[in-house]
């Protein structure tokens, strides 16, 4: 078995349908670990991998750990094992909690996105020597690759990673909703609002393939016309400052999350 996933929620279901559909893993290469072995077959069967019980866990050459922070210190002693890898895509927990926590070396930190639903993650990767020695990283760069794209980045840089890529689909949602309950304030149908603001975040995310941020704004700005005019009452609001802090907040949360360990 290539790889075992632990916890199979949002996160684990989407990159392990993007690992199958595009052919990096065969069904009968993967197994799935739920809560207890009924859970682990409900998890395992829409997806035609094998339902694995802990005992079952060391048939595996990896595993990706995909629970929440919270549920890990209990979990860590039942699934360390000294020959297997593991991935973890858990906020905050850095690779040498999580090498304690397992008793094991072999730890790739991985920090992908809700994304990873529609292939387009922008994932984070960090390693010890060991992971990237017995090919671990070179594994979870090729697993990620399928479900967008990979960035190695060093470890200091994770808990802003996750602030601010991670978090990320989470602020430009709420940017979505307060731009159509705005629309639906001046009097537009609720439907059309939501589709308004959802279509034209889509087509600013590609404008901005290629283009600065500054450029894109300014293109849209007419002298004395209706945009600088929003544009002033966005900044009045200090909207820029409410980015720096959001980022800032779950940065210092992720930190957080890893000096509880
Ligand atoms: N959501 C996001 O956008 C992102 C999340 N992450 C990280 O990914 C991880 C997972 O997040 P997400 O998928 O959203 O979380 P979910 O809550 O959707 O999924 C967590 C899964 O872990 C399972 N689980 C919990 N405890 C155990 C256990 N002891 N044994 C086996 N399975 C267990 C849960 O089981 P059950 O279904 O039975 O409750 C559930 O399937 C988190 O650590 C988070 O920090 C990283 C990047 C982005
Ligand atoms: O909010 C969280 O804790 C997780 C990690 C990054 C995105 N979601």
């Not at 065969?26 to 395992?44: I, Q, Y």
């Not at 595996?60 to 979990?75: G, K």
């Not at 858990?90 to 070396?105: E, H, K, P, Q, Y």
């Not at 016309?225 to 009452?233: N, W």
Request: aromatic share 4%; proline share 5%.
């Amino acid at each position: 078995m290539r790889l075992a996933f632990v916890g199979l929620g949002k996160m684990g279901r989407s990159i392990l349908k993007g690992a199958l559909e595009r052919g990096f893993l065969r069904p009968e290469e993967v197994g799935v670990l739920g809560r207890t072995p009924e859970r682990s077959r409900e998890l395992a069967e829409p997806f035609g991998v094998r339902p694995l019980t802990r005992a079952d866990l060391g048939m595996a050459e990896r595993v990706l750990i995909a629970v929440q922070p919270r549920d890990f210190p209990a979990l860590a002693p039942e699934i360390a094992h000294h020959r297997l890898g593991y991935i973890s895509i858990m906020a905050g927990i850095s690779t040498s909690v999580l090498a304690r926590r397992l008793d094991n070396r072999r730890v790739v930190r991985a920090m992908p996105n809700l994304a990873v639903a529609i292939g387009e993650s922008s994932t984070a990767l960090t390693a010890l020597k060991e992971a990237r020695e017995a090919e671990d990283l070179a594994f979870a760069r090729a697993l990620f690759a399928t479900v967008g794209d990979v960035y190695e980045i060093p470890e200091h840089l994770f808990d802003a990673f996750t602030g601010m890529s991670a978090s990320a689909p989470a602020y430009l949602a709420v940017v979505a909703e307060a731009l159509a309950d705005a629309g639906v304030k001046m009097g537009m149908p609720r439907a059309l609002a939501l589709r308004l603001a959802a279509d034209a975040l889509a087509a600013t995310g590609e404008l901005l393939k290629g283009r600065h941020p500054a450029q894109v704004k300014d293109e849209v700005a007419s002298p004395g016309g209706t945009t600088i005019h929003g544009l002033h009452a966005l900044e009045a609001r200090a909207v820029r400052a409410a980015f720096y802090e959001a980022v800032e907040a779950a940065t210092q949360r992720g930190h957080e999350l890893g000096e509880s360990e």
